[in-house]
């Protein structure tokens, strides 16, 4: 199951502070609590979406409700909360754990399937069905992208680019269990 975090920080005299904080202390803090597998931070390379994007592999719905989970990361932004705008959650299904995305590849999400990057550039697609907290949009198509492929697929309607902001942070108490996602 994916665990998939947006949101815009609108204030740019705190961004990197803000950035600074995530990357460096809430993304290790969630990628430790039990039922988390992976979690890896990235940034949209266009407008039309939320800027900020969090992808994490958990082992079911029940992981973002417990007392581990609330103690040490979830909602901890207090100090941050009144810049956080267009901030949506969503649980959904899908085979396996959320991809490794490297600093020379993209992250790219839509809303339907993209079928030159499957047949065309021979990219495998990682289908995602909605099933709970924002449960929008219902379904996802998530595709890995070598970046210098990435210029032909930046006007595909529906579809946004995303580059890493941390490298894939693995639970290393789960590792082992990641193909079980």
Known sequence: ?????????????????WNEFYSREKLPALVS????S???RFRALKPGCPVYLA????????VISSDE???KGGGNFSRWQEHITDWHRNLYECEGPAPAVSSDELLLLSTRPIGFIE???????????????????ERRVAYVLARENAAQLAEVPGAYLYETLTPQLQNPAKGHQRGKQ
């Open 38 to 40: 992976t979690s890896q």
């Open 55 to 62: 992808l994490h592999t958990i082992k079911d719905a029940d």
């Open 1 to 17: 199951m994916l665990y998939i975090v947006e949101c815009t920080y609108a204030n740019p005299g705190s961004e990197e502070d």
């Open 33 to 36: 609590v039990t039922g988390f």
């Open 69 to 71: 989970y609330r103690l």
């Open 119 to 137: 047949t065309g550039l021979g990219y495998r697609a990682l289908a995602m069905q909605a099933s709970g907290l924002d449960k929008s949009p």
